[in-house]
């Protein structure tokens, strides 16, 4: 009599002789494949043994597992990327650092193709600029009076063209152009306030108290005028259609007129520029 597990239909009930291979009484039975029921008509139980024991060791060949093979390389890259490691996924990027203070030079604005009013005052800008860092290394090694006194004035000739052709050329002329006038009122503002330190500046002497930090402080003055023009004003002067490459001309020649005749306080010459022929009497 068979005992509780065959009565309840466990695998043990397919089974007539319990000492029998499972495999063997698979291979009997009416589900087993006609190349198993052939192996076990002929006895060979260690065949349909063995083969059943690779079947199990062999990879798997659900739908899943086909898929996955027969999928193209582009395919298996995309399922790659769709779903990255948990690792990856929790991985922030390292924080950028903070963007480096607005000077003269990181604010000034791009060239065009054809050099304009714009272009010549950045120009100056640039040029103001590097003669404030020569001075400020000049103060910190104490130079003599002399050397200081002459490059503050040479800065100071430099500015009062520079900002005298923006009063009178650069500024109306963006006015017209519909520039906001807060903007321009300001700018006019700021170039009294300058003016009150070159005049301070061209009255003393390098003995004199406070002579260099009034450079200093003029310095600081321009280039917070400067990073306002290069971000605010110039931009917005392109944008406004003015006839820029015009207006230089009309800048340079009234610059060459308020230069002092020295040679290193002469407007300086763009690259590539040819040297104007003097004019015949």
Do not use: W
């Not at 430099?158 to 519909?178: C, N, Q, V, W």
């Not at 004003?233 to 259609?241: D, I, T, V």
């Not at 490459?245 to 340079?252: C, S």
């Amino acid at each position: 009599m068979a005992d509780d597990k065959t009565r309840r239909g466990s695998p043990d009930s397919k089974r007539l002789n319990k000492s029998e291979p499972y495999e063997m009484a698979y291979a009997t039975s009416k589900r087993a494949s006609p190349a198993r029921k052939a192996a076990a008509q002929n006895g060979s139980a260690r065949a349909v043994v063995a083969g059943t024991r690779a079947r199990k060791a062999a990879p798997s060949t659900t739908p899943a597992s086909r898929a996955k093979s027969s999928a193209s390389p582009a395919m298996k890259r995309t399922n790659e990327g769709a779903a990255p490691p948990a690792a990856k996924r929790a991985t922030r990027a390292a924080p950028k650092p903070p963007k480096e203070e607005k000077t003269t030079e990181n604010t000034a604005p791009k060239t065009m193709k054809e050099a304009d009013a714009v272009d010549l005052l950045t120009d100056d800008h640039l040029e103001v600029s590097a003669l404030f860092k020569k001075y400020e290394k000049l103060a910190d090694k104490q130079a003599p009076g002399e050397q200081r006194q002459a490059l503050a004035r040479q800065i100071c000739a430099m500015l009062k063209a520079h900002t005298s052709i923006e009063e009178e050329i650069f500024y109306p002329a963006a006015r017209d152009a519909g520039l906001g006038a807060d903007l321009l009122d300001e700018a006019d503002v700021e170039h009294a306030s300058a003016k009150d330190l070159i005049a301070q500046i061209e009255s003393s002497s390098p003995e004199a108290d406070h002579y260099d930090a009034k450079v200093q402080v003029l310095g600081e003055y321009i280039t917070h005028h400067v990073v306002e023009e290069h971000t605010e004003m110039f931009p917005k002067c392109r944008r406004a259609g003015m006839d820029l490459v015009g207006l230089r001309g009309e800048m340079e020649a009234r610059k060459l007129s308020l230069l002092p005749a020295e040679p290193a306080l002469q407007a300086p010459r763009r690259k590539g520029a040819k040297a104007e022929s003097p004019s015949k009497a």
